[in-house]
């Protein structure tokens, strides 16, 4: 079993920058494949970006394609999003979820484990 914590989310303006972190403890870190998240209100959680074990295979949403970037460490057990030309319909709770398997996943669920998530605010 894994559990992950986000860190990072905040309020920033409009065309601003965040970088999301998400640390994991528990198993090893690198035999899961990672992913971010984010549920605005009254909206359905949708996948923002994936990564491999290695990092060598990446999915991002097209609506963030540009913008986003994921990575992962895991020397330090830590997935991160950064964000940047951040819009107001970016604003959301960015979740990170993992799964311990090979590949690349893209579907909420695929993802066996969660964190509580971070709030984004972005105002225009």
């Known amino acids: 079993q894994v559990q992950l914590v986000e860190s990072g989310g905040g309020l920033v303006q409009a065309g601003g920058s965040l970088r999301l972190s998400c640390a994991a403890s528990g198993r090893t870190f690198s035999s899961y494949v990672m992913g971010w998240f984010r549920q605005a209100p009254g909206k359905e959680r949708d996948i923002v970006a994936a990564i491999s074990r290695s990092g060598v295979s990446i999915y991002y949403a097209d609506f963030v394609k540009g913008r986003f970037t994921i990575s992962r460490d895991n020397a330090k057990n830590t997935v991160y999003l950064q964000m940047s030309s951040l819009k107001s319909e970016d604003t959301a709770v960015y979740y990170c979820?993992?799964?311990?398997?090979?590949?690349?996943?893209?579907?909420?669920?695929?993802?066996?484990?969660w964190g509580q998530g971070t709030q984004v605010t972005v105002s225009s």
């Open positions: 979820a993992a799964r311990e398997t090979i590949g690349i996943m893209t579907r909420e669920l695929q993802y066996d484990y």
